[in-house]
């Protein structure tokens, strides 16, 4: 087996466990309402990964509002000052996060190359390549998308790893 084959297993995996959890908890269900109208999963990938691109422009545009617009409530980053130490909530998120609007240019830039959906279509996973100022690989990110009940997706897990040796 290969290391994408089993990379992509793990990260089903942990997509079916927080669906169960969202399930418990009644996460993702608009009022009355168990499941979404049938979409074709394509489109409803092509949606997440559109929505990662625009959470990644506004940190192009040095836009902080923007940025912090696709952030949900209770989110959960890692990856900050320590990254062992999970940042919880928007707020949270949002304070470690300014440092990377200061100055003219962001310092970094991600964007997915990979988008997967739930059946269920309100959960989803993005995944892709972070690259320096110079367009270097320095890094992978991958994020889990909620579909609120607004209709608007929003990033409630985010977590980076470096870029793996040469």
Known sequence: MDRRTVLRGGLAGTLAW????ASVAG???????TSL?????????DRVAETER????AMARRDFAAFTSFIAADAVFFGGEDAKVPMHGKQAVADAWKR???GAAAPFSWTPDMAEVL???TLGLTSGPVRNQKGELIGRFTSIWRL?????W???FDKGSPAPCK
């Open 119 to 121: 059946s269920s279509g």
């Open 148 to 152: 609120e009940p607004d209709g608007k």
């Open 37 to 45: 109208p049938a979409t074709p999963a394509g489109q409803v990938q």
């Open 18 to 21: 927080i669906a169960g959890v």
């Open 27 to 33: 996460v993702g269900r608009v009022a009355g309402q």
């Open 54 to 57: 625009a959470f990644a422009d």
């Open 154 to 156: 929003r990033i409630v």
């Open 100 to 102: 990377f609007f200061d």
